[in-house]
T-cell receptor
Framework: AQSVTQLDSQVPVFEEAPVELRCNYS??????LFWYVQYPNQGLQLLLK??????LVKGINGFEAEFNKSQTSFHLRKPSVHISDTAEYFC???????FGAGTRLTVKP | NAGVTQTPKFQVLKTGQSMTLQCAQD?????MSWYRQDPGMGLRLIHY???????DQGEVPNGYNVSRSTTEDFPLRLLSAAPSQTSVYFC?????????????FGSGTRLTVV
């Protein structure tokens, strides 16, 4: 079975700073890759997805992610975060939607 | 458009009790699934269904049953609740199980077993 590793359990940043949330996956075949966001006491919302084509994927709320096949990574980035981006972020892989353990992003004023 | 609706939002059970977590979607999605979310472990797949009448086990199916008699509904049954089943449960749906559409999630059911 495929696995997903989110390398940071918590990422604190100051408002307007850039952020990168790291995700690595294990797979020797083509994959679909996803990032979801979970705001407090809510379900998960799809931020963006990679299916094929361009390795740079843009999502909602100014987030983007880059698929790197050689490094089996799919890191999430935002150039300037807001307080409202405070949430938990999950990376997921392929059609069995296996999730990473999550990264809690805390944006401080 | 309600999306995926889960009920109840909160539940406290005593060890050994049974209950059903309800999940309904109004998007005519073929694929539905149940996850549990525990701190530091992300979401783990309990059961899933690729269409009415078809269900299968996920990563952590023990202690749970499902059925899919209609496209809209996918209830999760706890047969005899145990403290280890204390968790937040999420239902999700998608046009298909092949993943390319992503999933729509419900808002969750927080279950405590005492």
């Amino acid at each position: 079975a495929q696995s997903v590793t989110q390398l940071d359990s918590q990422v604190p940043v100051f408002e307007e700073a850039p952020v990168e949330l790291r995700c690595n996956y294990s797979s020797s075949v083509s994959v679909y890759l996803f990032w979801y966001v979970q705001y407090p006491n809510q379900g998960l919302q799809l931020l963006l997805k990679y299916l094929s084509g361009s390795t740079l994927v843009k999502g909602i709320n100014g987030f983007e992610a880059e698929f790197n096949k050689s490094q089996t990574s799919f890191h999430l980035r935002k150039p300037s975060v807001h307080i409202s981006d405070t949430a938990e972020y999950f990376c997921a892989v392929d059609n069995d939607m296996r999730f990473g353990a999550g990264t809690r992003l805390t944006v401080k004023p | 458009n309600a999306g995926v609706t889960q009920t109840p939002k909160f539940q406290v059970l005593k060890t050994g009790q049974s209950m059903t977590l309800q999940c309904a979607q109004d998007m005519n999605h073929e694929y539905m699934s149940w996850y549990r979310q525990d701190p530091g472990m992300g979401l783990r797949l309990i059961h899933y269904s690729v269409g009415a009448g078809i269900t299968d086990q996920g990563e952590v199916p023990n202690g749970y049953n499902v059925s899919r008699s209609t496209t809209e509904d996918f209830p999760l049954r706890l047969l005899s609740a145990a403290p280890s089943q204390t968790s937040v449960y999420f239902c999700a749906s998608s046009y298909s199980g092949t993943g390319e559409y992503g999933y729509t999630f419900g808002s969750g059911t927080r279950l405590t077993v005492v």
